[in-house]
Every structure is written in structure tokens, then in C-alpha cells.
T-cell receptor, first 113, second 114 residues
Framework: AQSVSQHNHHVILSEAASLELGCNYSYGGTVNLFWYVQYPGQHLQLLLKYFSGDPLVKGIKGFEAEFIKSKFSFNLRKPSVQWSDTAEYFCAVKTAGSYQLTFGKGTKLSVIP | SAVISQKPSRDICQRGTSLTIQCQVDSQVTMMFWYRQQPGQSLTLIATANQGSEATYESGFVIDKFPISRPNLTFSTLTVSNMSPEDSSIYLC???????????FGPGTRLLVL
């Protein structure tokens, strides 16, 4: 069975600081990888996804993630965070060709103005 | 993208009672998913609801506890039966995108059982 671990439960940063949120998954086959974000009071929404090709994926709002197959990782990065990035971030994985998503426990990001 | 609404948005219930959560999508979809997010935990898939057939439940979830209806291609309900405080969670429905690559999520129903 697949599993996803997110390294940090709560991250607190000042505006303009750089962000990296860790995500590791366990599954030996071909996977599709996702980062979802939930802003306060809003729906869970897709931030970015990786299916194949360039392992560096760019998403909305300046976020990017790098798939490192040898490390089973898909870390989320942003060079300079803003207060509006305050949200909860979820890493998810699914087996290629299936529809079932397996989520990590989420990382709450608080950005201090 | 699909627009999904859920009712109720939140509720406080007494143990032993049941609550039915509604999920409405603005487009026709074959599959709908129900998830649970317990406090401090990840989203866990409860079941997949296909129109015209019985829902498929994941390990650890049973139909008697979480009966699901799927009367048409835009609507589904999840009932949490005979509730206990351990059922206090956020319940979310989701639908796949057109390419079956990812999912769109509803706003969730926040349930507190006393």
C-alpha cells in the first residue's frame, strides 16, 4: 500500500523567506504526484502535479516542486513567501492509471507579515 | 473545473444519531468520492460512488456505518450512522477531472459528535 509522509506539521516563516516543504512517498511503481493547498475557509485545490517529463514542476502562485525518484521525494518550494500563502499544504500520490489519491497529513504554513 | 457544494457545512450532533451529508456537482460525473479527515490526520478515502451501482468501500469502512446514495450523475449523499465522538471529522466529497488525472474537492462538512 502507498503511504505519504510530510515532514513538518507546522511551519512558521516571515514574509520573503524561502519555503521548502518535504514530502516522501512509499511505492515502487510509477506514480503521479500532487500538492494541494487549502487556504483558510476555502476548498482544497490543486497547486501543482507531476505525471512525467521534467521533474521540476511549476504550479500556481510561484510554487514549484521537484520529483526525485531515487529519494521518493516531491518537495514543494517557493523562493519568497507572502502572507497570502498562509494555508495548509497536502502532498498526495496516486498510482499511474488509477484514481485513488493517498494524502499526507498536511503541513500548516503560517507566514508572518 | 467542477464546482462542488456540500450541505451542511457544519453540524453538532448527539451520539447515537445519524447525519446525512449532501454533495452537489455542477456537471455530470461518473465517479464521486467521499473522504474523511480526522483531526491531525490525512484525508482518507471512505468510498467511491458510481451512479447506478453500489458504492465501493475502502478497508475499514462499511456500508452499515456509512451508507451512500448516488441517485444521479450530479448528486450523492453520505450518511454517518449511529455516531460516536470518534466520528468527529471533516467529510469531503470530490470528483475526478475530465482526464481522470486529479480531483476537485467540495468545501467539506465539519462534524462534531458529543
Amino acid at each position: 500500500a502507498q503511504s505519504v509522509s510530510q515532514h513538518n506539521h507546522h511551519v512558521i516563516l516571515s514574509e520573503a523567506a524561502s519555503l521548502e516543504l518535504g514530502c516522501n512517498y512509499s511505492y515502487g511503481g510509477t506514480v503521479n504526484l500532487f500538492w494541494y493547498v487549502q487556504y483558510p475557509g476555502q476548498h482544497l485545490q490543486l497547486l501543482l502535479k507531476y505525471f512525467s517529463g521534467d521533474p521540476l514542476v511549476k504550479g500556481i502562485k510561484g510554487f514549484e516542486a521537484e520529483f526525485i525518484k531515487s529519494k521518493f521525494s516531491f518537495n514543494l518550494r517557493k523562493p519568497s513567501v507572502q502572507w497570502s500563502d498562509t494555508a495548509e499544504y497536502f502532498c498526495a500520490v496516486k498510482t499511474a492509471g488509477s484514481y485513488q489519491l493517498t494524502f499526507g497529513k498536511g503541513t500548516k504554513l503560517s507566514v508572518i507579515p | 473545473s467542477a464546482v462542488i457544494s456540500q450541505k451542511p457545512s457544519r453540524d453538532i450532533c448527539q451520539r447515537g444519531t445519524s447525519l446525512t451529508i449532501q454533495c452537489q456537482v455542477d456537471s455530470q460525473v461518473t465517479m464521486m468520492f467521499w473522504y474523511r479527515q480526522q483531526p491531525g490526520q490525512s484525508l482518507t478515502l471512505i468510498a467511491t460512488a458510481n451512479q447506478g451501482s453500489e458504492a465501493t468501500y475502502e478497508s475499514g469502512f462499511v456500508i452499515d456505518k456509512f451508507p451512500i446514495s448516488r441517485p444521479n450523475l450530479t448528486f450523492s449523499t453520505l450518511t454517518v450512522s449511529n455516531m460516536s465522538p470518534e466520528d468527529s471529522s471533516i467529510y469531503l466529497c470530490s470528483v475526478p477531472d475530465s482526464y481522470q488525472e486529479t480531483q476537485y474537492f467540495g468545501p467539506g462538512t465539519r462534524l462534531l459528535v458529543l
